[in-house]
């Protein structure tokens, strides 16, 4: 695993779409229209352009697999932050969705661990390299990232059967949000 270039964030990008395409929690937040794919990108741009800021950006040694990690005590306000959101509140979310995404994520945050997190916001593989080891080598080289930061990694998920896999890595679910389908609040300290 290494950090991600901003030469590679189209590579990121490609993976991050193709993984999430049908996940319940990123179409829950995604305008869903005849743009909807375009949108997931735009959401994916925004993802690694934030974590690039305020986190880390890994990618695979072999290019097939990418974790977006964000410490939320680094975020900023910044003029490019503003700029960003912006953007995905036009280009990915629509201006109608944007109070219900905000608050998924107020509610989210309300129930995150006080402790100094190192949040996976998102890890994918390619779909045809999925099943591999690729996750299963860069999800164990983000908790050990995290725990040497000496910070709580954690993650939601909205995918029944990645439940075993994170419980598998050592994360526990502590606690369960309804939004029209369950959001799995795991953590592993």
Known sequence: MRKATADEKELVVTILVQSF???????????QDTRRRQ????LMEYSFEICSMFGNVF?????????LVVMPDKKRTTFKSIWLDVRLVFGAIGIVSARKAMSRETAIKKIHPNDALYYLWFIGVQPSEQGKG????????VIQEGKSKRRTVCLETSTLKNIRWYEKHGFKTYRELDFGYTL???KIS
């Open 134 to 141: 690729i996750g299963s080598r860069l999800l164990t080289e």
């Open 39 to 42: 949108r997931i990108r735009k």
């Open 59 to 67: 990618i695979s040694d072999d290019n097939k697999g990418c974790a």
């Open 184 to 186: 799995y609040c795991m």
């Open 21 to 31: 395409d049908d996940n319940k929690s990123v179409n829950y937040t995604i305008k």
